[in-house]
């Protein structure tokens, strides 16, 4: 399928989107609509910590997605069956970027999503919401967040960042490195949570923003997060990871944002002591860029000069991650408080 056989045109009709609920990012409203309430409450626990109930008469400023799926019918969107038929294991993605138009299919977790920074308009499509796969469930739409960002200068950046008295740390690395498992365990203990895998951040300001109030972590990491099992929502039989809602009811506390003080590079050592060692910036630019570039199918060149920009004159350091996640967490308290406000 070429770039000139689609259109906006091809996807549902945006009519059928009655529901809606609102966030905000920054100072941005994004709004969702959905076919039911159930689909709302299905999708939105990611976002609840985001949530506003605000009515702007702005509303060519808001962003706008719609969810949409075909269950209960028996004939399926058409142009997901062309992209599903061109698509296979061996070629999971397909991506489609002709500004201002940008669409990615799944094949993997069939999701089609859509968005035109022209129109501020987002399109999220899966045949069946219910037979999301865990990923989808915890941090969906990424791509259109992806390039929702990018319209607003900022970038969503594949990283976790906690914090503590109003000072943030972005943790980056690849899957296994222990970012997701640290930035849980530090939410478990009372620090400001951001983001486990991904977060939005602002170049210009030095600021990271929250996407998702959820979490993605690795069954095995029990050794940090010993009833891991009891706060999954999902089980070890079913998926991959274990998915959780750091709901403030629960006695989360889930920032919305944090000025940026330090970028860490988490290492998994098996040793009993955490430490802190400095690095210099291209490694840490290196490690963003590599993974972020890696999740975010069509990002680039311009990824990496603002992700540089991002981190510029920012202290950055391996932390050596021992086996205590109290010792871990103290140690991580002590160095956030130590870093210039």
């Known amino acids: 399928m070429s770039l000139n056989n689609i259109s906006w045109e091809m996807f549902p009709d945006r009519g059928q989107c009655l529901k809606n609920r609102t966030i905000k990012i920054k100072d941005k409203l994004i709004q969702f609509y959905f076919m039911t309430e159930h689909d709302a409450e299905s999708m939105m626990p990611p976002f609840e910590h985001l949530r506003v109930i605000e009515h702007t008469t702005n509303m060519h400023d808001t962003f706008h997605i719609y969810i949409l799926h075909d269950e209960g019918k028996e004939k399926k969107f058409p142009i997901w069956e062309r992209l599903e038929k061109a698509a296979s294991n061996d070629k999971k993605l397909q991506t489609y970027n002709h500004h201002p138009f940008h669409l990615l299919y799944n094949y993997e977790s069939k999701v089609l999503t859509g968005i035109n920074t022209d129109k501020n308009e987002g399109y999220y499509y899966i045949p069946s919401l219910s037979d999301r796969p865990y990923y989808e469930k915890a941090a969906p739409m990424r791509m259109i967040f992806h390039y929702w960002a990018q319209a607003q200068g900022l970038i969503l950046l594949h990283g976790a960042s906690v914090g503590f008295n109003y000072k943030g740390v972005l943790m980056a690395g690849r899957g296994g490195s222990g970012k997701s498992t640290t930035a849980l365990s530090a939410a478990l203990a009372g620090f400001d949570y951001l983001g486990d895998d991904y977060v939005i951040a602002d170049p210009n300001g030095k600021t990271i923003h929250s996407l998702y109030g959820s979490s993605k972590t690795r069954w095995n990491a029990e050794k940090i997060i010993p009833d891991i099992k009891e706060l999954a929502i999902n089980r070890g039989s079913e998926d991959e990871k274990g998915i959780f809602f750091l709901d403030k009811d629960k006695g989360f506390n889930i920032g919305k944002s944090l000025a940026l003080k330090a970028v860490l590079l988490p290492v998994i050592t098996g040793g009993s002591e955490t430490c802190f060692v400095k690095i210099n910036g291209t490694e840490a630019l290196m490690s ?49 408080n130590q870093l210039q406000g």
């Open 288 to 336: 963003l860029a590599s993974s972020t570039i890696f999740q975010m199918p069509g990002s680039g060149k311009e990824l990496l000069s603002e992700i540089s920009k991002l981190i510029k004159d920012i202290p950055q350091y391996r932390i050596m991650l021992g086996n205590k996640p109290e010792e871990i967490n103290e140690k991580l308290k002590k160095m956030i």
